[in-house]
């Protein structure tokens, strides 16, 4: 067989392949949802500060409280936006079931939420986040997200289209535009010969 129609037969094959039984998983209408827990250690776990707390001040640490000895492997701190706060976390082997963090000093935001992962006893990964806000005007992360699942469905309409914001414009006003330098210049002369 040539070698062009190998090719066309290998596309059509992949392509059938493609085809039969693609089906889109489901869309989980929140970002915040998580699968549930068969371990139980999240629902044993406690959060300083607690989740959905409405704070008067920022909090100057967190502290996760586990029910047993566990590796922490990962842990987060993110804005309403998802923006990434840096807390300096690394992952160390040590085996623990007290964690406390000490925070930097957090930016106004509507919510923050602290994404967590361990290793539990048997080597099972589990993870599990909790949130947080802070300030006179602040309302519980719950209610937060709430009113922005109920805005997206107010303007989308259908749960199952997801919503991507767009990437963040910078506006520059009163600049210059850059010019450039050509490698070489075009001279268009009429002949008046011709």
């Not at 009113?147 to 107010?154: H, T, V």
């Not at 506006?171 to 210049?185: C, E, G, K, L, W």
Request: glycine content about 4%; charged content about 20%.
């Amino acid at each position: 067989m040539k070698r062009g129609k190998l090719q066309q037969l290998l596309l059509l094959t992949f392509g059938i392949c493609l085809g039969i039984n693609a089906n889109a998983q489901p869309f989980s209408s929140s970002v915040h949802k998580q699968p549930a827990d068969i371990t139980g250690i999240v629902s044993k776990t406690e959060f300083n500060p607690p989740n959905d707390a409405v704070l008067m001040a920022a909090p100057q640490h967190i502290n996760i409280k586990f029910p047993s000895a566990v590796h922490l492997v990962k842990l987060t701190l993110r804005n309403e936006l998802r923006d990434w706060v840096d807390i300096s976390f690394r992952y160390s082997p040590i085996v623990n079931a007290d964690f406390q963090w000490v925070l930097p000093d957090l930016e106004p935001a509507v919510y923050y939420t602290a994404d967590w992962a361990i290793l539990s006893a048997n080597d099972r990964l589990v993870r599990g986040s909790f949130s947080f806000s802070f300030g006179p005007d602040a309302k519980a992360p719950s209610a937060s997200r709430a009113a922005e699942e109920a805005l997206l469905q107010q303007r989308y309409g259908d749960p199952n289209i997801r919503y991507v914001a767009p990437p963040a414009t910078e506006i520059i006003i009163n600049q210059d535009p850059p010019s450039y330098d050509p490698p070489f210049t075009i001279q268009l002369e009429i002949d008046q010969d011709n």
